[in-house]
């Protein structure tokens, strides 16, 4: 059997524990003719939700946006969780690859003969060769992953002092607040961040491909507004 140019070897071809492309056009054999569109950078809607929420001297505003029903390719993952690449650090996924034994231990070492034993039932054997690493990795949707998210954008609370007590130091208002930004977001996605923008060389063609951009830092803020 032939799969892109390979045989099914250990050495220098496709072998128990790689990863399964789909033929689409069911040829027998996966080549450049079973590549397709994948995936979807344009969300169906996106969304902000805010209010504030007043109790005598106490102020609370709250406000969440979010995004759904667009992808992300979480680029870095072909590069952080292929076990045969020395040039980067690595997820400690990549060390988590399938592990193969003999079906049977007094027969020969013959694809029929092998079966993944241990290791991440998400990630492909220890390849041997470029070929087969360059293989196991190629681009497909096994890195798109679902963008959608729901992030709490900001949390502000102030206490307003009473005029009572500001008056006495002669201060008409006294304000003590704390603001947080980016506070947590509820997502599927598992890279750092699925606001991912346009990150890949700037290109607007290439919106929704996170290519290890900075995550949105989260920011405490504290403060106190003196009106005198």
């Known amino acids: 059997a032939v799969m892109s140019g390979l045989t099914i070897d250990e050495q220098s071809g496709v072998w128990i524990g790689d990863y399964i492309y789909k033929d689409l056009n069911k040829d027998g054999v996966i080549d450049t003719k079973d590549i397709d569109f994948i995936g979807n950078p344009e969300p169906k809607f996106t969304y902000g939700i805010g209010n504030t929420f007043t109790y005598k001297g106490i102020d609370l505003?709250?406000?969440?946006?979010?995004s759904y029903g667009n992808d992300v390719v979480n680029y870095q993952r072909r590069w952080s969780e292929n076990p045969?690449?020395?040039?980067?650090?690595?997820?400690d996924k990549a060390i988590r690859y399938a592990r193969l034994g003999l079906?049977?231990?007094?027969?020969p070492n013959d694809y029929r003969n092998v079966q993944i034993v241990g290791g991440d039932a998400d990630m492909c054997r220890m390849p041997l060769s470029t070929a087969a690493s360059n293989?196991?990795?190629?681009?497909?949707?096994?890195?798109?992953?679902?963008?959608?998210?729901l992030r709490i954008q900001n949390i502000s609370l102030g206490y307003t002092?009473?005029?009572q007590w500001t008056n006495k130091i002669h201060i008409q208002t006294a304000k003590?607040?704390?603001n947080l930004?980016?506070?947590y977001t509820f997502t599927?996605?598992?890279g750092y961040d699925p606001e991912v923008g346009i990150s890949y060389s700037n290109g607007v063609q290439l919106n929704g491909i996170d290519y290890g951009r900075y995550p949105s830092p989260r920011v405490y803020t504290f403060g106190l507004n003196l009106t005198f």
């Open 176 to 178: 003590l607040y704390v």
């Open 181 to 183: 930004q980016n506070v």
């Open 161 to 163: 002092f009473p005029r």
């Open 188 to 190: 599927k996605y598992t």
């Open 84 to 91: 045969m690449n020395n040039s980067s650090n690595l997820y």
């Open 61 to 66: 505003s709250v406000f969440l946006t979010g």
């Open 135 to 149: 293989y196991d990795f190629a681009f497909s949707d096994r890195y798109v992953e679902d963008g959608s998210y």
């Open 103 to 107: 079906i049977d231990p007094n027969g």
